[in-house]
C-alpha cells in the first residue's frame, strides 16, 4: 500500500541529482583512462598488434560512444531551452550508437566463426548501418519537438504521456529491444555450434590428431568477448522497461519515485561498468604485458629491445602468432597454391621443428637410414633405389606437414584479427 502513495518530497531528493551526477563523473574518468590506455598501446608497435581485432575496435566505438553519453547527462541545464533539446538529442544519439556497436559485436562472432564471413570486410558496413540506424531513430522526434527538459533531465518532454510513450518505443525501446534480442540469439548460436563441433571431435576415431578449429582454439577468447553483449543485453532489457512503465506511470508515487532512482542509476553506470569489462579485454591485457615486458627489457640492458613473442606458457593465439612468421620465413615456398586439408595423423603443431632439422638426424631408425651411415645392415646398400625413393617420400610426407601447419596457423591468425 505503501507503493500506492503518492511521494512526499524529503531529503532523499536533494541527493538524487548528486548521485547520478556522481555516476556520470566516475564513469567519465573512468571511461577516459581506459580510452587514453588503449590509444597509447596502439601508438605503440610493441603492443600494437595485440590489439589488432575488429571486436576490440567495435568495443572502442562503443566505448567512446558512452564516454559522450556520460559526458552530456551530466546536468547543466535547469529548464526547457533549445540546449536542453539538442543535449538530449545528442545523448539519445550516442546511447543508440553504442547499442548498436555491442549488437554488432555478437553479430560479427557469428558471422565469422559459424557463416565463416570476413570481418575485416564487414567492419565498415558495422559503422555505416549503425549511423544511419541512429540518425534515422534520432532525427525523427527532434525534429518533431520531442525533446527536452523532464524530472531533472534531458530526455522525451511530451505533456501527453500517451503521445511521449509512442515516441519513446518507435524511436528507441523497441529497437534497443530487437538488438537486446539478437545478441542474446547471436551468443546462443555460437554456444551450439561450439557444443556441436566439440561433439563431432569426440566422435572421431582420430580425435587427437585432428587439429583444432579456430572456433574450438579460441573458444576461452570467443566466450570472453561474449560478455559485452551480454552486459549491454542486461542493461538495455532492465533501463527500456523501467522507461516503458515510468512512462505508462507517471503518477509521482513512492514506487515511481524508486523506480526512477533505479533507472537513472542504471543509464548512470553503464560507463563505469563497460570500461570496468573492456579493461579485462585479452587483447589489451596482452598489449599491456607486452608493454610491461618492453620496459623491464629496456630497463635491464640500458637499450630498447626488439618486440618479444610471447612464451610458452601463453594464450595458444600467441603461439600461433608466433611460431607462423618464423615457418613461413624458413619455408616460404611451402605456402603457395596448398589445399587446406589434413594429411593424416601428421599435423600436430609440436612437429614443425622436427620437419625444419635434418632427416638424418630424426629418422635414426627409420628405413635404415641411419644404420647405413653408420655402417651397420647392408641391406641399404643392396636396394639403394628403395633406400631413395624412401626417403624422398617421407621427406615430401615431412614438407606436407609443415604445408599444413602453416596454413593452419595463417588461417588461425585470420580468424584471430576478424572475430
Not at 621443428?353 to 629418422?363: D, G, H, I, K, V
Request: proline share 5%.
Amino acid at each position: 500500500m505503501s507503493n500506492t502513495k503518492l511521494h512526499v518530497p524529503n531529503t532523499l531528493d536533494a541527493h538524487l541529482q548528486d548521485t547520478v551526477l556522481t555516476f556520470n563523473i566516475a564513469g567519465v574518468v573512468l571511461t577516459a583512462s581506459l580510452l587514453f590506455t588503449i590509444a597509447y598501446a596502439a601508438w605503440n608497435p610493441v603492443s600494437r598488434h595485440h590489439l589488432n581485432r575488429v571486436s576490440l575496435r567495435l568495443l572502442v566505438s562503443a566505448i567512446i560512444s558512452n564516454l559522450l553519453f556520460a559526458a552530456s547527462s551530466i546536468p547543466v541545464f535547469t529548464g526547457q531551452s533549445a540546449g536542453c533539446s539538442f543535449m538530449a538529442f545528442f545523448g539519445m544519439s550516442v546511447f543508440m550508437f553504442s547499442v548498436c556497436m555491442f549488437f554488432c559485436i555478437a553479430l560479427n562472432l557469428q558471422l565469422v566463426l559459424v557463416h565463416h564471413v570476413n570481418g575485416n570486410v564487414m567492419e565498415k558496413f558495422y559503422y555505416i548501418a549503425s549511423g544511419v540506424a541512429v540518425a534515422i531513430l534520432n532525427i525523427a522526434p527532434y525534429a518533431a519537438g520531442q525533446f527536452g527538459y523532464s524530472s531533472g533531465t534531458c530526455w522525451f518532454n511530451d505533456p501527453r504521456p500517451d503521445v511521449q510513450f509512442q515516441w519513446l518505443l518507435g524511436s528507441q525501446t523497441i529497437w534497443i529491444l530487437l538488438m537486446c534480442t539478437g545478441e542474446v540469439v547471436s551468443f546462443l548460436f555460437i554456444l551450439r555450434y561450439m557444443y556441436l563441433i566439440r561433439k563431432d571431435r569426440v566422435l572421431t576415431s582420430s580425435f587427437s590428431t585432428i587439429p583444432k578449429p579456430p572456433i574450438m582454439a579460441y573458444r576461452s577468447i570467443i566466450l570472453r568477448i561474449g560478455l559485452y553483449p551480454l552486459l549491454s543485453c542486461s542493461l538495455n532489457f532492465t533501463g527500456s522497461i523501467l522507461d516503458i512503465w515510468l512512462t505508462k506511470n507517471p503518477v509521482p508515487t513512492e514506487l515511481q519515485w524508486q523506480l526512477s532512482f533505479v533507472d537513472l542509476c542504471v543509464f548512470g553506470l553503464r560507463p563505469s561498468l563497460y570500461s570496468l569489462l573492456a579493461a579485462t579485454d585479452p587483447g589489451f591485457l596482452r598489449a599491456i604485458r607486452a608493454l610491461q615486458n618492453d620496459r623491464k627489457s629496456t630497463n635491464s640492458t640500458g637499450t630498447t629491445s626488439s618486440i618479444e613473442f610471447p612464451s610458452s606458457e601463453s594464450h595458444r593465439m600467441e603461439r600461433f602468432s608466433m611460431n607462423s612468421r618464423v615457418l613461413v620465413h624458413v619455408q616460404p615456398e611451402l605456402g603457395k597454391n596448398l589445399p587446406w586439408k589434413a594429411h593424416g595423423n601428421k599435423s600436430r603443431l609440436d612437429q614443425s621443428n622436427a620437419a625444419l632439422t635434418p632427416f638424418e638426424e630424426q629418422s635414426v631408425w627409420s628405413h635404415g637410414g641411419a644404420a647405413g651411415a653408420r655402417g651397420k645392415p647392408p641391406f641399404v646398400d643392396q636396394e639403394p633405389e628403395q633406400s631413395g625413393s624412401s626417403q624422398a617420400e617421407q621427406e615430401r610426407e615431412r614438407e606436407e606437414e609443415l604445408e599444413v601447419e602453416i596454413q593452419m596457423r595463417s588461417r588461425a591468425e585470420d580468424i584471430a584479427r576478424q572475430i
